[in-house]
Structure formats: structure tokens, C-alpha cells
């Protein structure tokens, strides 16, 4: 039985609770608690759990009664085993099941899976197929915190974590960067390397539900992970160390509502979420430490303390590359993101800190591309990191030619979107047709350098740079629907009230 079969079946008992309004985020969550113990009885970690409260006594147990039983389970494992991951997996535990009649199909359907045709080694992707599922439940708008698993990839790819490292998420959701990036280096190196020096992980995640989804998601994987249940933009942060490599997709919206204090160490407080993450992220990272964050478009030209926080980047780090993604992809906002790769300190002095960026090479994977989304998904999922896995992805393989080898973005790169290999800002004259001259070249190349002096110049610092004609700017037939228009309205609107309304404070507080 292929594993993508399992998957189906396990999702499909989903269908059971469909009747009680449940939706297949909340399923998600309550197959952490079902799951969990039908695979430590088919992994051989039964151990860990107390006796009386395994999987077998749940599934032995008559349907009458059954539910008090399996609450009194779940809250006797939160507070009572030995192993302080599991009891965080089944700390508050809330379930969605109402009738006892609904837990004993389910319960009964998942007893009926060939589990042994999943393989030791199997479990951890297994669930991840199952977060993978979740996220297209539009109902529960779990979709807009999951990132596309091959742009996850291709980050990772790009990134290259590597044995040793600290490697963290503050906005770890389910975990899905740190799996890909313990996959990676678990495919580059024999096991004995691995494990005489296992590269560690820590996360952040604010809300319950979801951190224990990715406590069970690392723990199937076997990383060695601390999440923290917390707010990485409060000192719940202080729990982190200096990081080798940090690879986030921050939640959007703007902080409107939060009542906790933004860490005093920020250096531009500001109630734009992800200008808060991305000082976090490079304030984060040792010295000679490597960074890939998605980012919305706002973060790229928004004035005031947005026009400091790029600056104060472009200083610390090397901000060596942006990867303009098409539209769609995180189809429950259909906001419009980026992808900013950076390393701390310059090409050449990992501990200068002023002035570390020259030039900012530009991917436009935006312009002229089609608008992605539940019906068109973007990229191929299943283009991972073993050989037999390593194909072209159809919308991210280009962009990664010309990245090139080296993870910091220090390798020789060359502007138009097939080239590359020759010497820095050097135009692939041998690309160029005989009747077109190198600047309408470089007018159609999705690939374009631009220099720290041209940025500050002619963009104000502003790093939204595009360069390419849309042939869709015309009419409205390009326009997202107007529920996304309209929500993203808001959420501008929501913004500049905050703003405001930490104006009048200050004034008043002057007066």
C-alpha cells in the first residue's frame, strides 16, 4: 500500500466528523493525539507512555463510555509522562469529538490500516502528507500559513543547512522548514555522520494547537528540536541562541491587538509584523549566519520605520538576493511575497557590520506568470532531496540555476534569466540575439543585479524593484477577487490606525 493511500484513508475518516462542523485543521490537530499512540505501538516506543493508556486500551474499550475514557487519556498523558515531548504534545488537550459513536469509527478506521506497510522510517512523512492535506481547507484558513513544500525545498536547496548548525524558525507553524532542512542534511550524510554531529533546531509558535502539530511533526522526524510556546517579537525570544541559519515564513497582518510589549531590543519598533520578524531574524543570526524569509510586498517600500529597517539590513548583512514570487500562492490571503536570502556580515568580513550590501540581485518570478492557487498549484511537491527525487521544478528550477552553488550568494552570477557563470554584473553577451542590443536584453531578463549606491539613488531605499512590462496591467482581468482587495484594504487601513494611535500617544505623552 503506497503511502499517499494511507494518507487518504486516514484523511478520508475526517469525513466522519464533517457532520459536527469540524474542519480538517482542528482533524489535523486531534490526529495528533490518535496517531501518536497507534505509532509508538507500531514503532516500538510504546515504552514512553504509561500502561492503561496505550493504544490497545483505547481500542479495546467498549463504545459506551468511551469518550470520558479517552478525555481522562488525554489529560492523565499531558500531565503524568516521563518524556517531556510527549506530555507537551498532549498538554490542554481539547478534542473535537461530541459522541462517543464518531471516536469509535475513527478509532476502528485507523486500527484497520496496514500499518506495517509504512516502514520504521515512514511515519514522520506520513504526517506531514497530513499537514500537507490540511492546508488546503480553506474553511479554516490554514492555508495561508503553509508554505508550498517545493518552495520550501528550493529554499532549503539554497540555503544549505549543514551538519552542527543551529537552524531555526521563529514562525515555525508546523515545522515544515525544519523537516525539509533536517531531510536535507540527513541525504547528504551517511547516518554515523549524522549522528556524531546532529544539527539542533529551535522554533517559536504562539498558537497551542498548531505548536502541537509540530511537536509531533519534528518528533516523527527525529530532530533534535526545542519549540517554544510563545511570541518570538516578545521576550519569549529570549529562550533562542545566535543561529547558524534561519528560515521563516512570519504570519501576515499587521500587530494590531497584541497586548505584549515588543522586545526592547528591536531596534525600530513598528506594529508591522513582519518588519518586526525581519529585525528579529537578522538580529538573530551569529555572525557569518545565513537567512531565507518570505516577506509580503509592504516590507519592501514601506516609508518610516520600514525605510530604517532596510537600511539598518542592508548594513549588518549581505542581503544578496530577492525572489519575486507570483501572486496565488498563499491562496487564503492572495497577498503578494517575496523571498529574502541574506547573510550576516559582508562577502568578505563576516563581522563587519556596516555597509555589508554591494548589490542585490533580483529573480522576478512574478511578472507575466499566472496567478496560482488551489486549482493551479505552484511548483511540483515532489521534487525533493534524494537522487531518484532531483528534478526540474516547472515555475523554481531556473531561479536556482541562477543562484548558483555557493549558499551565502557569493557565487559569480551573471544578469539574464539562462545565463550564469561568468564574472559578477557581467552580461551573457552570447545570449543576447544579433538584432537586440544588451539593454533590451536585460529589459526581458527575469535575472537583473542593482547596485547598493543604485537602490539608495533611485529607490529611496525602497527594495521593490521591478523592471519587466506586464502584459496583463491592462484591465481588470488580472486583479485578485474582490474578498482578497477588500481584506488586504483592511488590513492597510488597520495599520495606519496602529500607527496613528501610537502617534497620539507619543504626543501625548510629550505634552
Same mark, same amino acid.
Given at each position: 500500500?503506497?503511502?499517499?493511500?494511507?494518507?487518504?484513508?486516514?484523511?478520508?475518516?475526517?469525513?466522519?466528523?464533517?457532520?459536527?462542523?469540524?474542519?480538517?485543521?482542528?482533524?489535523?490537530?486531534?490526529?495528533?493525539?490518535?496517531?501518536?499512540?497507534?505509532?509508538?505501538?507500531e514503532?516500538?516506543?510504546?515504552?514512553?507512555?504509561?500502561?492503561?493508556?496505550?493504544?490497545?486500551?483505547?481500542?479495546?474499550?467498549?463504545e459506551?463510555?468511551?469518550?470520558?475514557?479517552?478525555?481522562?487519556?488525554?489529560?492523565?498523558?499531558?500531565?503524568?509522562?516521563?518524556?517531556?515531548?510527549?506530555?507537551?504534545?498532549?498538554?490542554?488537550?481539547?478534542?473535537?469529538?461530541?459522541?462517543?459513536?464518531?471516536?469509535?469509527?475513527?478509532v476502528?478506521?485507523?486500527?484497520?490500516?496496514?500499518?506495517?506497510?509504512?516502514?520504521?522510517?515512514?511515519?514522520?512523512?506520513?504526517?506531514?502528507?497530513?499537514?500537507?492535506?490540511?492546508?488546503?481547507?480553506?474553511?479554516?484558513?490554514?492555508?495561508?500559513?503553509?508554505?508550498?513544500?517545493?518552495?520550501?525545498?528550493?529554499?532549503?536547496?539554497?540555503?544549505?543547512?549543514?551538519?552542527?548548525?543551529?537552524?531555526?524558525?521563529?514562525?515555525?507553524?508546523?515545522g515544515?522548514?525544519?523537516?525539509?532542512?533536517d531531510?536535507?542534511?540527513?541525504?547528504?550524510?551517511?547516518?554515523?555522520?549524522?549522528?556524531?554531529?546532529?544539527?539542533?533546531?529551535q522554533g517559536?509558535?504562539?498558537?497551542?494547537?498548531?505548536?502541537?502539530?509540530?511537536?509531533?511533526?519534528?518528533?516523527?522526524?527525529?530532530l533534535?528540536?526545542?519549540?517554544?510556546?510563545?511570541?518570538?517579537?516578545?521576550?519569549?525570544?529570549?529562550?533562542?541562541?545566535k543561529?547558524?541559519?534561519?528560515?521563516?515564513?512570519?504570519?501576515?497582518?499587521?500587530?494590531?491587538?497584541?497586548?505584549?510589549?515588543?522586545?526592547?531590543?528591536?531596534?525600530?519598533?513598528?506594529?508591522?509584523?513582519?518588519?518586526a520578524?525581519?529585525? +528579529?531574524?537578522? $538580529?538573530? !543570526?551569529?555572525? @557569518?549566519?545565513?537567512? =531565507?524569509?518570505?516577506?509580503?510586498?509592504? #516590507? &519592501? /517600500?514601506?516609508?518610516?520605520?520600514?525605510?530604517?529597517?532596510?537600511?539598518?539590513?542592508?548594513?549588518?548583512?549581505?542581503? +544578496?538576493?530577492? $525572489?519575486? !514570487?507570483?501572486? @496565488?500562492?498563499?491562496? =487564503?490571503?492572495?497577498?503578494?511575497?517575496n #523571498? &529574502? /536570502?541574506?547573510?550576516?556580515?559582508?562577502?568578505?568580513?563576516?563581522?563587519?557590520?556596516?555597509?555589508?550590501?554591494?548589490?542585490?540581485?533580483?529573480?522576478? !518570478?512574478?511578472?507575466?506568470?499566472?496567478?496560482?492557487?488551489k486549482?493551479?498549484?505552484?511548483?511540483?511537491?515532489?521534487?525533493?532531496?534524494?537522487p531518484?527525487?532531483?528534478?526540474?521544478?516547472?515555475?523554481?528550477?531556473?531561479?536556482?540555476?541562477?543562484?548558483?552553488?555557493?549558499?551565502?550568494?557569493?557565487?559569480?552570477?551573471?544578469?539574464?534569466?539562462?545565463?550564469?557563470?561568468?564574472?559578477?554584473?557581467?552580461?551573457?553577451?552570447?545570449?543576447?540575439?544579433?538584432?537586440?542590443?544588451?539593454?533590451?536584453?536585460?529589459?526581458?531578463?527575469?535575472?537583473?543585479?542593482?547596485?547598493?549606491?543604485?537602490?539608495?539613488?533611485?529607490?529611496?531605499?525602497?527594495?521593490d524593484?521591478?523592471?519587466l512590462?506586464?502584459?496583463?496591467?491592462?484591465?481588470?482581468?488580472?486583479?485578485?477577487?474582490?474578498d482578497?482587495?477588500?481584506?488586504?484594504?483592511?488590513?492597510?487601513?488597520?495599520?495606519?490606525?496602529?500607527?496613528?494611535?501610537?502617534?497620539?500617544?507619543?504626543l501625548?505623552?510629550?505634552e
Amino acid at each position: 500500500m503506497k503511502q499517499e493511500t494511507i494518507v487518504q484513508k486516514i484523511w478520508n475518516l475526517c469525513n466522519i466528523l464533517r457532520g459536527d462542523g469540524i474542519t480538517y485543521y482542528q482533524y489535523v490537530s486531534e490526529l495528533s493525539y490518535l496517531l501518536f499512540l497507534k505509532i509508538a505501538q507500531e514503532n516500538g516506543s510504546e515504552k514512553l507512555i504509561p500502561e492503561g493508556y496505550r493504544w490497545a486500551d483505547l481500542e479495546s474499550h467498549e463504545e459506551q463510555g468511551l469518550l470520558g475514557f479517552y478525555q481522562e487519556m488525554l489529560t492523565h498523558l499531558g500531565a503524568h509522562v516521563k518524556n517531556e515531548v510527549i506530555r507537551e504534545i498532549y498538554a490542554f488537550p481539547t478534542t473535537v469529538f461530541s459522541h462517543s459513536e464518531n471516536l469509535k469509527a475513527v478509532v476502528d478506521g485507523i486500527s484497520k490500516i496496514e500499518w506495517h506497510q509504512v516502514g520504521k522510517d515512514g511515519f514522520g512523512d506520513l504526517y506531514s502528507g497530513l499537514i500537507d492535506k490540511s492546508a488546503q481547507d480553506t474553511r479554516s484558513g490554514a492555508g495561508q500559513y503553509f508554505t508550498p513544500r517545493s518552495l520550501v525545498n528550493t529554499i532549503v536547496r539554497l540555503i544549505q543547512p549543514n551538519l552542527g548548525d543551529l537552524i531555526q524558525d521563529p514562525a515555525t507553524g508546523s515545522g515544515g522548514f525544519l523537516v525539509s532542512a533536517d531531510s536535507y542534511i540527513r541525504t547528504k550524510y551517511s547516518r554515523e555522520k549524522y549522528k556524531s554531529n546532529s544539527p539542533k533546531y529551535q522554533g517559536v509558535e504562539i498558537e497551542k494547537n498548531t505548536r502541537r502539530i509540530c511537536l509531533m511533526n519534528t518528533f516523527l522526524h527525529d530532530l533534535d528540536a526545542n519549540i517554544i510556546y510563545g511570541d518570538a517579537l516578545t521576550d519569549d525570544a529570549l529562550e533562542l541562541d545566535k543561529a547558524d541559519v534561519i528560515v521563516a515564513n512570519p504570519p501576515f497582518g499587521n500587530k494590531a491587538g497584541g497586548q505584549r510589549p515588543l522586545r526592547s531590543d528591536i531596534p525600530f519598533p513598528n506594529t508591522n509584523k513582519q518588519i518586526a520578524f525581519l529585525q +528579529h531574524i537578522y $538580529l538573530g !543570526l551569529r555572525a @557569518g549566519g545565513r537567512a =531565507a524569509v518570505v516577506l509580503p510586498d509592504n #516590507v &519592501l /517600500f514601506e516609508s518610516g520605520a520600514g525605510t530604517d529597517v532596510r537600511r539598518d539590513l542592508m548594513n549588518k548583512c549581505n542581503l +544578496h538576493t530577492i $525572489l519575486r !514570487l507570483p501572486t @496565488g500562492i498563499f491562496y =487564503a490571503q492572495g497577498v503578494k511575497t517575496n #523571498v &529574502l /536570502f541574506f547573510t550576516k556580515g559582508s562577502a568578505k568580513d563576516k563581522y563587519q557590520q556596516e555597509n555589508c550590501t554591494k548589490n542585490v540581485w533580483v529573480y522576478d !518570478l512574478r511578472t507575466n506568470m499566472p496567478s496560482f492557487g488551489k486549482r493551479t498549484p505552484f511548483g511540483n511537491p515532489d521534487i525533493g532531496f534524494a537522487p531518484e527525487d532531483l528534478g526540474i521544478d516547472p515555475h523554481l528550477g531556473a531561479f536556482e540555476k541562477v543562484f548558483g552553488d555557493s549558499p551565502d550568494g557569493t557565487s559569480k552570477r551573471t544578469e539574464g534569466e539562462y545565463s550564469f557563470g561568468a564574472q559578477e554584473t557581467e552580461v551573457d553577451e552570447d545570449a543576447v540575439d544579433e538584432n537586440q542590443d544588451i539593454d533590451d536584453y536585460l529589459a526581458h531578463s527575469r535575472w537583473r543585479s542593482f547596485s547598493r549606491e543604485w537602490i539608495a539613488n533611485n529607490k529611496v531605499d525602497s527594495l521593490d524593484i521591478s523592471w519587466l512590462k506586464d502584459s496583463n496591467s491592462v484591465g481588470a482581468a488580472g486583479l485578485p477577487e474582490p474578498d482578497i482587495l477588500a481584506r488586504a484594504a483592511k488590513e492597510e487601513l488597520e495599520a495606519a490606525l496602529s500607527e496613528l494611535s501610537c502617534l497620539l500617544v507619543a504626543l501625548e505623552g510629550a505634552e
